[in-house]
């Protein structure tokens, strides 16, 4: 089966720039994740996803970061406006939706962001 | 509050020698604990889980709830085991789903 699309894969913009990045899960999985990876840590959860309905969003910085998942498949994660320090890979996970399975996330390749 | 420590970095040795990836994690009640691994120019994928009590790759990880680790061990190292390795606690209750991840520890297996 194909996995988890990321688009784009690298991006390079300057600070107040706006930005999107685009997330195709793993067909069937209803749950999706945004991950923000900084340079030298592990993966923090940005907002998880049940079908088009936010789980988890505790970690967003909502005064610049938005998401939606409108039809409950792909997503779309925004940052506006940018700033220097959200530099970072930004990660796109779906895991499956029964129980049992739920603990295996499905990563996608990330896009690269660079604020400068 | 959730969290998950790995100590190194960075670890190196030699291929045939033994490896330990060390993991400690904060959490009250009983954790649901894993590895994830990354290889060069791959995806972050699921390496093993503890409650599945497997070896995958010749790796395996024992939980000791008395020490709170979840060390990552192989007993001969191979080159192609090299690559960045994360230790995950699954949080429970309000943030059901969500993986705390450690900040990694990269492997090298020279030949």
């Known amino acids: 089966e194909a996995g988890v699309a990321q688009s784009p894969r690298y991006k390079i913009i300057e600070k107040r720039q706006s930005v999107a990045f685009w997330c195709n899960p793993i067909s069937g999985h209803a749950t999706l994740y945004w991950y923000q990876q900084i340079l030298g840590q592990g993966p923090k959860l940005l907002i998880q996803?049940?079908?088009?309905?936010?789980?988890?969003d505790s970690q967003l910085p909502k005064d610049r970061f938005s998401a939606e998942r409108l039809k409950g498949v792909d997503s779309t994660l925004k940052i506006q406006p940018a700033k220097l320090e959200d530099s970072a890979v930004y990660l796109c996970?779906?895991?499956?939706?029964?129980?049992?399975?739920?603990?295996?996330?499905?990563f996608g390749p990330g896009t690269r962001l660079t604020v400068t | 509050a959730q969290r998950v420590t790995q100590p190194e970095k960075l670890l190196s040795v030699f291929k045939g020698a033994p490896v330990e990836l060390k993991c400690n994690y904060s959490?009250?009640?009983?954790?649901?604990l894993f590895w994830y691994v990354q290889y060069s120019r791959q995806r972050l994928q699921l390496l093993l889980r503890?409650?599945s009590r497997e070896s995958i790759k010749g790796f395996t990880a024992d939980l000791n709830k008395g020490e709170t680790s979840f060390h990552l061990k192989k007993p001969f190292a191979q080159e192609e085991d090299s690559a960045m390795y994360y230790c995950a606690l699954k949080g429970r209750g309000s943030t059901l789903g969500r993986l705390y991840f450690g900040r990694g520890t990269q492997l090298t297996v020279w030949p």
């Open positions: 503890h409650i």
């Open positions: 959490y009250s009640g009983s954790p649901e």
């Open positions: 996803f049940q079908n088009n309905g936010v789980v988890d």
């Open positions: 996970a779906s895991s499956p939706t029964s129980r049992k399975n739920a603990y295996e996330q499905y």
